[in-house]
């Protein structure tokens, strides 16, 4: 049973419009990261966050925004979506032991988005 | 630039066959290696992973490490065709963030 929630899960929208696209988790994790995957393609990090109020850019250039105001919500922003946006965008999060051991990613279900 | 290499397949066996998946990377400080299977559609889901050289089973499958090598593979012993999916292979490098590799497609026929 996945503990990390996003909605929705699919969404087609216009040219131009603001969207948000909603990442929620139950588990307590400090750390949460947006993807964005094309189909058959490899997946390409654009946000990342450590914990509250904490922020970063990832590999990808991306006209997108995120926050973190609380441990279980990082929502992610696109203020004026274009076709180039289409793709399926995947919010992770990641706990991480007092040894720096890393146990790997909880994946949600994913939105895919469609620009038109 | 941290690279993760797999090939890209499709690797095809028959049922009750060993499926035997390939990742190499190029960091040689990362420390901790993930398989995940991704469905088509679907959001991928963590299989194994792995930190210290060696063996670690688990069930049907097998994560075997070589640090030295920069090598990391994945056994999964009697191959079912429930388990056609695409393997990411990822790396961790002593932040929190993952590298995935770009997959290999597995396909198993009955």
């Known amino acids: 049973e996945a503990d990390i929630y996003q909605t929705p899960r699919y969404l087609v929208i216009g040219t131009g419009k603001k969207i948000t696209l909603e990442c929620s988790q139950t588990?307590?994790?400090?750390?949460m990261y947006w993807y964005q995957q094309d189909p058959g393609m490899e997946l390409h990090l654009i946000h990342y966050?450590?914990?509250?109020?904490?922020?970063e850019k990832g590999d990808l250039s991306s006209e997108s925004t995120v926050s973190r105001i609380r441990t279980e919500h990082f929502p992610l922003t696109l203020e004026s979506a274009r076709p180039s946006h289409t793709s399926q965008y995947l919010c992770?999060?990641?706990?991480?032991?007092?040894?720096?051991?890393?146990?790997?990613?909880?994946f949600g279900s994913g939105t895919r988005l469609t620009v038109v | 630039q941290k690279e993760v290499e797999q090939n890209s397949g499709p690797l095809s066996v028959p049922e009750g066959a060993i499926a035997s998946l390939n990742c190499t990377y190029s960091?040689?400080?990362?420390?901790?290696f993930f398989w995940y299977r991704q469905y088509s559609g679907k959001s991928p889901e963590l299989i194994m992973f792995?930190?210290?050289?060696g063996d670690k089973e688990d069930g049907r499958f097998t994560a075997q490490l070589n640090k030295a090598s920069q090598y990391v593979s994945l056994l999964i012993r009697d191959s079912q065709p429930s388990d056609s999916a695409t393997y990411l292979c990822?790396?961790?490098?002593?932040?929190?963030?993952?590298?995935f590799g770009k997959g290999t497609m597995l396909l198993v026929s009955p």
């Open positions: 990822a790396v961790n490098s002593g932040y929190s963030t993952l590298t």
């Open positions: 960091d040689r400080g990362s420390q901790s």
């Open positions: 792995i930190y210290s050289n």
């Open positions: 588990m307590g994790h400090d750390k």
């Open positions: 992770a999060s990641s706990f991480q032991g007092g040894a720096g051991d890393h146990y790997g990613y909880t």
């Open positions: 966050s450590y914990g509250v109020n904490s922020t």
